[in-house]
């Protein structure tokens, strides 16, 4: 794709989860294990604790705390298509959960799609993560540490839209994820967390793009959510690949950036200031505002090349910042669309007096809230006001089938041989190496 022209890359997920068998069980690793052997999606399967699905994601245990983790596949520069495939991923997720329980009668097994174990203190919790990853050039922004630094204003301020909310002892928080944050951008992911990975793995064997692994978002809650937060994502990108966040009208980045991740979370007024590299002092709102101005004149700019979809997601995005803009903010009018809100008026709902207060029961709503395989009927109504943007049957197809990406070659190369090895840029056949060298679909090879 030309240098000048509008970047429509490649994305995907991570999702780590935690999972709970009633009555409880002490064997987290075995338990994991059958749930992995238990999904009924999987393509191949490379070892007791890794497999491949018949989508062209990925299903695992993950070593480091021993947790269930999925992956989307290649997911191609659109939000419809991403939330179809996140939307597969957990109902995989529920599926395995349903075969394991029916195998063991009366034991159940519950996944948890949170990012804390409960509203304890950081240092007294595990923490589970939701990795975003974006395929991008380095042409006009021409290594690593600098896309993470151009889109830091972006990741910090985001979290108003794309948090899914916590209630813990000492009130209630937009983002799960903010007070374990340790870093504005690192090379290890898992310890002292950054919130934007600078790791050099790039999944591609091309010098001239690079992955972006963001690593400080929420696990979404509700679908909206899902379209919302990668639609957002994908335009500030491409925005990013033409040079117009740099620099960002008088925006630079938070000069302390973790500090503006924890206090932009814990402000529901959205009026918290934090101060820029610059001097310049500027709210959550005033970043996100002028964001979306500057993918406004993107699309002006290129509008023959700009899909439909980019500008639906810009129209949502305004009316959400003008609506956090209000006196008193209106958060009926945000449970459809933002998970933080869904679940505040949900905990509000079950106060006697609209306050939010940590006690037993709200402890409780906080932790169920996240179940995916059997929730409560208070739970399921509320998650239900989401307004929908994908079909039943998306989903049904996303469970099952890869998107038109380099996930779809490596599907149809496990289908049609027998596969000794691979990884996401490498087939090892009886008769062949293949590599898979960049994530968009090669015609080349068998799809």
Known sequence: MEESSVWQGVCGFEIETSLVQVPRRNDTAAHCLELLSSCPHLIL?????????????RFYIEGIGCHPEITSPECGW????????????TQILRDSATFLSDERKAKRTLIFLNNESSGKPRDSNKSWGFHENYFVPLTVIPTIEKWCREILPFLVTRQVLSGSGILRKDGFEISQKARHIMQASSIPATTNKPIVNARPETLTNNKDFTRIHVTSGDTPVIEFQVWLNFGIAMMVFSAANLGLLSPLRGITAPHDPVNAFKQISLDLSFKSQFQTEDGYFATALDVQKILLDT?????VQHDDKIPVWMADVC?????????????????????????????????????????????????????????????PEAIRNAKDLSRRVVKPEDVVKAVETPPETRARN?????????VHYLNWTHIKTESENIALDMPFLDSSLPH
């Open 45 to 57: 399967t490379q070892s007791s604790s890794s497999a491949w699905l018949k989508n062209g994601g």
């Open 295 to 299: 993918v406004g004149e993107m699309i």
């Open 410 to 418: 490596r599907v149809a190369i496990i289908n049609s041989q027998h």
């Open 78 to 89: 659109n939000p419809f298509e991403t939330t179809a495939y996140f939307l597969a991923a």
């Open 315 to 375: 129209l949502e995005w305004e009316n959400i910042l003008n609506l956090l803009s209000k006196n008193p903010v209106p958060f009926e009018a945000l449970e459809d669309t933002l998970g933080w809100a869904n679940k505040l008026l949900l905990l509000k709902r079950c106060s006697r007096d609209g306050s939010v207060f940590y006690n037993d029961t709200t402890k409780k709503i906080e932790v169920i809230y996240h179940e995916i395989t059997s929730p």
